[in-house]
T-cell receptor, first 114, second 113 residues
Framework: DAGVTQSPTHLIKTRGQQVTLRCSPK?????VSWYQQALGQGPQFIFQ???????QRGNFPDRFSGHQFPNYSSELNVNALLLGDSALYLC?????????????FGPGTRLTVL | RKEVEQDPGPFNVPEGATVAFNCTYS??????FFWYRQDCRKEPKLLMS???SGNEDGRFTAQLNRASQYISLLIRDSKLSDSATYLC??????????????FGSGTRLSIRP
């Protein structure tokens, strides 16, 4: 039973560029949440996708957008990258029919913006 | 005020010691609480849920104090492998299918031989 997978594992971009991160949820899960974790901080909620729609959103600017596909996988897009966007980006999946707070995390994508 | 606050530590204790962490939350309507563990450069992993009556899992004990809005984690007979960052997590709307869990900044624990 595959867990949550994310790609790529590491990424280096420069300011102003755009980036797309990908996530495949755990088998049987239909909801994907994205988090940003800066060094020394806890994960911060970006948004959550269910049925291909953004269901909830945290305090992140519109430069952060996402998408969910019919197979429940998801993408996180960040435009006009800033140095402060350097962080570990975590994807977590859950099942809408269960407790929404039982989330399983992927290994993350470490983004460095130069 | 942050929604979930933790002492960042680091806590540096000898092997075999007992160590306790506290976490406070601001939303009194919160119903669902957890402790996650995060190893260096790894993803968070669920350590244990926290129930009103308190719960124990081996050397780990979690307790909830709703009146004072804090949760605690106690680790007895600490092992070198317990060295990690411990994240306090609160779900203010657990009965909503659109649950958004909120993390504290984490408490770093280092166990020395």
């Amino acid at each position: 039973d595959a867990g949550v997978t994310q790609s790529p594992t590491h990424l280096i971009k420069t300011r102003g560029q755009q980036v797309t991160l990908r996530c495949s949820p755990k088998s049987g899960h239909d909801t994907v949440s994205w988090y940003q974790q800066a060094l020394g901080q806890g994960p911060q909620f970006i948004f959550q996708y269910y049925e291909e729609e953004e269901r909830q959103r945290g305090n992140f600017p519109d430069r952060f957008s996402g998408h969910q596909f019919p197979n429940y996988s998801s993408e996180l897009n960040v435009n006009a990258l800033l140095l402060g966007d350097s962080a570990l980006y975590l994807c977590a999946s859950s099942w809408a029919g269960g407790p929404g707070d039982t989330q399983y995390f992927g290994p993350g994508t470490r983004l460095t913006v130069l | 005020r942050k929604e979930v606050e933790q002492d960042p530590g680091p806590f540096n204790v000898p092997e075999g010691a007992t160590v306790a962490f506290n976490c406070t939350y601001s939303n009194s309507a919160s119903q669902s609480f957890f402790w996650y563990r995060q190893d260096c450069r790894k993803e968070p992993k669920l350590l244990m849920s926290v129930y009103s009556s308190g719960n124990e899992d081996g050397r780990f004990t979690a307790q909830l104090n709703r009146a004072s809005q804090y949760i605690s984690l106690l680790i007895r007979d600490s092992k070198l492998s317990d060295s990690a960052t411990y994240l306090c997590v609160v779900n203010p709307t657990p009965y909503s299918s659109a649950s958004k869990i909120i993390f504290g900044s984490g408490t770093r624990l280092s166990i020395r031989p």
